[in-house]
């Protein structure tokens, strides 16, 4: 019987990754599966997930108790990066509450009109929670209705996750020849264009976001794991895997351009330019095809920028304005509440 064989080598924590999804769900018989992970360079000891490790650990049966005893992990609300307007915030999880269908940053924009209101960041209980303490406890996050990643040791976190591959098939080799693969997997960071062509698939190596390379790491397993391909004849999957890879990587794109653009509104992005366009003229945020970011993250770049609605939802205008800016008052806090409730829980 043939051997499908398929070699992934690159940094250690990229390399375990990988190959925890690839050993669960790709591995089997007649399918073999060899991870060379390298030392880390650099000084980075932690690493971030975003709000999808819980259903990429909990397909690897790897519980949140187990991420905190063996990593180290603790919750995190919301990442941070920079703009040249400074510090820019982005949550997991959306801004106030929506009402009848109608995003709260629509509320929020009417009632700033008839009275100034708190800036919009502090009707985020996502940001809230990620400001109040680093060390939310596990227990509490049941009774919220927030998304989390995690924040690991990067160290603790690869070993883990590459005695769970060993546990479902995977070998751990330092060096492996290629002519003897049918697949080699690149997991190096580099500026090279991901995608998969002949048998070597390139994984992308974006970092300036945190989150974003593990999501990175996570979505390029899966997206191969989805083809199901036979190495042997494997064309159409290649083209189809390096076209969506591509996609991903203008939606990142994207959203760096909108973070470090001098003036983002000129872009010669077109979809950048229409997220912009239609959230300039209306507040909405289309969505394209390969997002990476979620809506509120959009919401808080774009407002870290300083870009603005011209007008808000007609539908934003149901509400009685006496009762609309006590729902707002109260809103603003029950967040400062909550969030001190979930730090001391």
Partial sequence: MSVERIHVFGPVHRVAIVGAILAKRW?????????????EEGQETSLITRPDQRVVHAELGLSLDDLAQ??????????????????????????????????????WQRANTHQKQPDLNEFSLALAMSNASDQVRFAALGKLPLQFGLKLDRGRYSHLLLGNAQANGAQIVQDVTETLTDL?????????????????????????????????????ARRFVALSPNLNDS??????????????????????ALLNGARPGNTNRPDLKRKIDVFTACGRIPTEDFEVFSQPEWLAAL???GIRPKRYDRMAKAMPENALLAWLASMHGEIAKIAQQGQAA
Wanted: charged letters at 25%.
């Fill in 27 to 39: 591995a089997r018989e007649g399918r073999e599966l060899v991870l060379s992970p390298s030392p």
């Fill in 235 to 256: 064309e159409n999957e290649q083209r189809e895997f390096t076209r969506l890879a591509v996609g991903e990587q203008d939606r990142i794109a994207d959203m760096r």
């Fill in 184 to 220: 080699s997997i690149d997991c190096r960071i580099s500026q090279n264009v991901p995608g998969w062509e002949g048998r070597v698939l390139q994984i992308a190596g974006d970092r300036d976001i945190p989150g974003l390379e593990w999501q990175v790491c996570v979505n390029a």
């Fill in 70 to 107: 063996h990593a180290g992990a603790t919750p995190i609300f919301a990442v941070h990066t920079n703009s040249p307007d400074g510090r820019v915030s982005l949550p997991y999880s959306p801004f106030g509450m929506p009402r009848s269908g109608i995003e709260f940053h629509q509320f």
């Fill in 303 to 305: 407002w870290a920028r």
